[in-house]
């Protein structure tokens, strides 16, 4: 079958190999974690282990974690695990098998702290059983037709069913590797989307049905330059769950969060406004999003930004904004960090801090205006 490729379960770090097997057989993440910024290994690295959906570099998200020796001996160990100059995890010098039972997550850290890869979830395999990927090609002109077993739709297709996964490298030996979606596609539930770093899904076509995504699948940058409302709405329509990474992204126009949206953005992650009279965040007729973390800017420099607002809600049953920051909202006409504006149900508005606005008219602050309740 072309471009589908039969994999035992290993985890490639940074061009060398290391079985991951658990109490029953686990594969984590993508079938390797190339550093591809650099063409080399994530040498000196740390690799974390955690539940599923939460970050395993917090000591409490973390699951027990044992080793393999190259005697045979397992060993309970605490995280996070060294990788050599070659990328092997190591335990008390000597290369390792990582054993973790049931659902997690993983992160690797390259040596001086930074995040190389983040897998949010990966699935537990049966043991000794090989593992089906499916690898579409980049150079395909719709990945949402079927074409010569080339393209995101063709592996949907022949997957039917049946449990999979589909990865898209970034191979193409350029900054980014771009999988162009013209015509839109859903993913199941019962295949997986792994996307190395590098890897963007661009188009007029939309993806959906992913239980969770990264803004960069879609091409976000968050170099403080680059519009990223494109690509964000995108990763917001199509998962549930929906990670922003640390930077600075720049947004033109409103972000659109969709029904049973879960945003969780980095600590680090700042949605910066970039235009006047601008709802960054804007939810209208939608239930159960939730917000947390990371910071949102407006843009009160302009004496012009009179009634844009850090987020917006209008008819939305089941709201949560936690932990976020939000600030320079506003100026001496209105804006507010937060706007219920009506048609509100069941908001929870938790630990946020806002400020920075310099209006009379509801700047840098919650305002409830209209009929909202709970």
Request: net charge negative.
């Amino acid at each position: 079958m072309k471009y589908f490729k039969r994999l035992f379960l290993t985890l490639l770090i940074l061009g060398f190999t290391s079985n991951l097997f658990a109490l029953g057989t686990v594969r984590l993440g993508p079938s390797y974690f190339p550093e591809t910024a650099r063409g080399r290994p994530v040498a000196l690295g740390s690799i974390y282990v955690g539940q599923p959906d939460l970050d395993p570099s917090i000591l409490a998200n973390q699951k027990q974690l044992s080793v393999r020796q190259e005697s045979g001996t397992v060993v309970t160990v605490s995280q996070p695990i060294s990788t050599s100059a070659g990328g092997i995890p190591l335990y008390l010098g000597s290369p390792v098998t990582l054993l973790v039972d049931g659902y997690y997550s993983l992160k690797v850290l390259d040596s001086s702290g930074t995040q190389v890869y983040y897998v949010p979830s990966s699935n537990p395999d049966t043991l000794g059983a090989a593992q089906d990927n499916c690898y579409p090609d980049y150079n395909a002109v719709n990945q949402g037709l079927t074409g010569d077993n080339d393209t995101i739709k063709y592996c949907v297709d022949t997957y039917g069913s049946d449990q999979g996964t589909i990865v898209l490298r970034h191979n193409s030996g350029n900054a980014t590797t771009t999988y162009t979606l013209t015509t839109s596609e859903t993913i199941p539930a019962n295949i997986t989307l792994e996307v190395e770093r590098g890897a963007v899904i661009d188009g007029a076509g939309t993806l959906s049905g992913l239980d969770s995504a990264r803004i960069e699948w879609f091409g976000a940058v968050g170099d403080g330059a680059t519009n990223n409302t494109t690509a964000i709405n995108k990763a917001l329509a199509a998962a549930k769950k929906v990670y922003f990474w640390s930077g600075t992204f720049y947004v033109e126009s409103s972000i659109t969060p969709v029904t049973n949206n879960e945003i969780v953005l980095d600590k680090n992650c700042i949605i910066q406004a970039n235009a006047n009279n601008l709802n960054i965040f804007s939810l209208d007729t939608v239930n159960n999003v939730s917000i947390t973390g990371g910071k949102i800017v407006g843009d009160n420099t302009n004496d012009s930004f009179t009634s844009g607002n850090g987020i917006y809600a209008s008819t939305v049953t089941g709201l949560k904004v936690e932990g976020v920051t939000i600030t320079n909202i506003g100026d001496n006409s209105g804006g507010a960090g937060i706007l219920l504006y009506s048609g509100v149900v069941d908001a929870k508005i938790l630990n946020n801090s806002i400020s920075g606005g310099t209006g009379n008219s509801g700047a840098a602050d919650i305002t409830v205006y209209g009929a909202c309740k709970n």
